[in-house]
């Protein structure tokens, strides 16, 4: 038995553009678990730039069960793109609500008490209308009309 079924490609009638984003974002979603996973501070503290002194070992292995989190959800991002074309726009509409949530909560339900923000949080600001806009593309067929 294979792992994974046949390539359902074919069946795919959304914006090729939409494809190329999702694919991109599955390697940034990798990257981005794998500096979590596998930094010595999981990146708390060299990059989100947080003050270890209490509780480093419970923030760090949260960071790192994030980072596991990423490289699985990446690998399936990927998996959408290469060989599962017709779930992009429900990948993209998951992309969407997480960045969507984390974006609620890092700036208006659970800001930080010092007012710091780390880079994912900007990026997380970013990402929401470039995502709804990709969205929007892969809903679309090629010739214009939505599926």
Known sequence: MNLLPPSVNQLYKGSPASVWFLGLYGLLELGTGCVHYFL???????IAGLDLTANKHTIIGVFAWMGALQIAYGLGILA????????????????????LFMSVAAWVTK????????????ASLLLVPVLAVFLAMATRSRSGAVR
């Open 40 to 46: 010595p501070d999981g990146g708390a503290g060299v």
């Open 80 to 99: 959408v793109a290469f060989w599962y074309r017709p779930l992009v726009s429900l990948f993209l509409g998951l992309g969407l609500l997480e960045r």
């Open 111 to 122: 800001p930080s008490p010092t007012g710091h923000h780390p880079p994912e949080h900007y």
